[in-house]
């Protein structure tokens, strides 16, 4: 059953709650796993993909003859739309990518900043049901436009093989290795390097909880993105809104898991129980059933700006304005991950097509950072000249913020420059 809370002081903390990846529990296995593969190397990978995968690899790098096969199996129709999807994606990145720039005006000197992109960087691409081809081109898309060197793939397999959508996918990106390997152990192999497997600067892309823990562990030895959980989304309506797309977009992110969080808030309380309605009608798995038991729900709310305060405090990960004045209420968003304006605009579009990455910030996490971007691939190294003048402008500055932090040598090594 579909419940239906109104917003309440006493109750908005329960509200808040969502699905806790609980990383704690799976880290001293994680622990032994990680360390296993950093001391064996690509023997652990072997074996530990025979335990989990229930068959022997002849080799962990994807070979050129099964990305051939791979194309021959998915057929032309998937190929053109993967491509399609590809440019749409490297036109919407291209537009935020940075560029580098100087300033002769800043501090008497020449001051710039340098834009120069990672050089190796590992993408996770979870295994599922089927295989996540959309995953490849929403990780590998932005890090090929901020131009990194090496760009490799882990992902599960089954049976010995990967899905060959997203080995075609992978092609289609311009990676450069795909390995056979899943898992806590394969955040391990990208963070540590093994024979096969090269060692990289930056690992992102989502995965289930030990891969999330396994993350955790190597961050310092390279740089991560963030701990990923279940998907969200929170609809925020008014009586304009058609209750079947309310419920439509509802459905869609409750079928991801069963600790998806997909909630309604609105002002209208015969929008409340129509969409109620719908969704116990056409609740067709036992992972959408358990969603709505779990941490979905509809919340009622006096007015908007209420719904919208709401919507801040959750920083969900997906946010639907199905209201009359979208664009007026976009305005007072403040923490989200994606923002998906008026009845057309189905969070399936984001998933898959529009342009932004579909790795994006769960838990409440948008409250502090945006989803996989360019900058995620990049980094801003700034430069400086100065002539004697230029340095005799700033040098008080540099010497009495010395003198407060009592760095004497600070102050010194300005000083004497000028005399």
Same mark, same amino acid.
């Given at each position: 059953?579909?419940?239906?809370?109104?917003?309440?002081?006493?109750?908005?903390?329960?509200l808040?709650?969502?699905?806790?990846?609980?990383i704690?529990?799976?880290?001293?296995?994680?622990? %032994?796993?990680?360390?296993?593969?950093? +001391?064996?190397?690509?023997?652990?990978?072997?074996? !530990? @993909? =025979?335990?989990?995968? $229930?068959?022997?690899?002849?080799?962990?790098?994807?070979?050129?003859?099964?990305?051939?096969?791979a194309y021959? %199996?998915?057929g032309e129709?998937?190929? +053109?739309t993967l491509?399609?999807?590809?440019?749409i !994606? @490297? =036109?919407?990145?291209q $537009?935020?990518?940075?560029r580098?720039?100087?300033?002769?005006s800043?501090?008497?000197?020449?001051t710039?900043?340098?834009?120069?992109p990672?050089e190796?960087?590992?993408l996770y691409?979870p295994?599922g049901?089927?295989?996540?081809?959309?995953?490849?081109?929403m990780?590998?898309?932005?890090?090929?436009v901020a131009g990194?060197?090496?760009l490799?793939?882990?992902?599960?397999?089954?049976?010995?093989?990967?899905?060959?959508?997203?080995?075609?996918?992978?092609?289609i990106?311009?990676v450069?290795?795909?390995?056979?390997?899943?898992g806590a152990?394969?955040?391990?192999?990208?963070?540590?390097g093994?024979?096969?497997?090269p060692?990289?600067?930056?690992?992102?892309?989502?995965g289930?909880?030990y891969?999330?823990?396994?993350?955790r562990l190597?961050?310092?030895?390279?740089?991560i993105?963030?701990?990923?959980?279940?998907?969200?989304?929170?609809v925020i309506?008014?009586?304009s809104a058609?209750?079947?797309?309310v419920?439509?977009?509802?459905?869609?992110?409750?079928?991801?898991?069963?600790?998806s969080?997909?909630?309604?808030?609105?002002?209208?309380?015969k929008?409340?129980?129509?969409?109620?309605?719908?969704?116990?009608?056409r609740?067709?798995?036992?992972?959408?059933?358990?969603?709505?038991?779990?941490?979905?729900?509809?919340v009622?709310?006096?007015?908007?700006?209420?719904?919208m305060?709401?919507?801040?405090?959750?920083?969900?990960?997906?946010?639907?304005?199905?209201?009359?004045q979208?664009?007026?209420?976009?305005?007072?968003v403040?923490?989200?991950?994606?923002?998906?304006?008026?009845p057309?605009?189905?969070?399936?579009t984001g998933?898959?097509?529009?342009?932004p990455?579909h790795?994006?910030?769960?838990?409440?996490?948008?409250?502090?950072?945006?989803g996989?971007?360019?900058?995620?691939?990049l980094?801003?190294?700034p430069y400086h000249?100065?002539?004697?003048?230029?340095l005799?402008?700033?040098?008080?500055?540099?010497?009495e913020?010395?003198g407060?932090?009592?760095?004497?040598?600070?102050?010194?090594?300005?000083?004497?420059?000028?005399?």
């Amino acid at each position: 059953m579909v419940e239906i809370i109104r917003l309440k002081e006493s109750n908005q903390r329960t509200l808040l709650k969502r699905s806790e990846t609980d990383i704690e529990t799976v880290l001293p296995e994680v622990r %032994k796993i990680v360390e296993r593969v950093k +001391r064996e190397g690509d023997s652990a990978l072997f074996q !530990l @993909e =025979k335990e989990l995968d $229930k068959s022997s690899l002849k080799s962990l790098r994807v070979s050129d003859r099964e990305i051939v096969e791979a194309y021959e %199996k998915v057929g032309e129709k998937a190929v +053109r739309t993967l491509r399609r999807i590809a440019k749409i !994606l @490297e =036109k919407f990145h291209q $537009k935020m990518l940075p560029r580098d720039w100087k300033d002769k005006s800043i501090n008497g000197g020449v001051t710039g900043i340098l834009v120069r992109p990672l050089e190796k960087v590992g993408l996770y691409v979870p295994g599922g049901r089927t295989g996540y081809p959309s995953t490849v081109l929403m990780s590998g898309i932005p890090a090929k436009v901020a131009g990194v060197e090496e760009l490799y793939i882990c992902t599960p397999p089954k049976g010995g093989s990967v899905n060959p959508c997203v080995l075609v996918a992978a092609d289609i990106v311009g990676v450069d290795a795909v390995f056979k390997v899943g898992g806590a152990q394969a955040i391990a192999a990208m963070a540590y390097g093994t024979k096969t497997i090269p060692k990289v600067d930056k690992i992102v892309g989502p995965g289930n909880v030990y891969v999330q823990a396994a993350k955790r562990l190597v961050a310092g030895e390279v740089e991560i993105d963030f701990e990923a959980g279940p998907s969200e989304v929170m609809v925020i309506a008014d009586d304009s809104a058609s209750a079947k797309l309310v419920a439509l977009e509802l459905l869609a992110q409750a079928e991801h898991d069963i600790n998806s969080s997909a909630i309604l808030v609105t002002t209208s309380g015969k929008l409340a129980v129509e969409v109620k309605r719908i969704l116990e009608e056409r609740m067709d798995s036992e992972t959408v059933k358990l969603s709505f038991s779990r941490y979905s729900k509809i919340v009622l709310v006096s007015n908007l700006k209420k719904g919208m305060e709401f919507a801040n405090m959750y920083a969900p990960e997906h946010l639907v304005l199905m209201v009359k004045q979208p664009q007026k209420w976009l305005t007072e968003v403040k923490n989200a991950g994606e923002v998906f304006l008026g009845p057309y605009s189905a969070v399936a579009t984001g998933d898959f097509v529009l342009g932004p990455s579909h790795v994006l910030p769960t838990g409440g996490k948008a409250k502090f950072r945006s989803g996989l971007t360019v900058f995620d691939f990049l980094k801003l190294i700034p430069y400086h000249q100065l002539s004697r003048e230029g340095l005799k402008k700033i040098s008080v500055l540099v010497q009495e913020m010395a003198g407060m932090e009592e760095l004497p040598w600070h102050a010194k090594s300005v000083k004497e420059r000028l005399s």
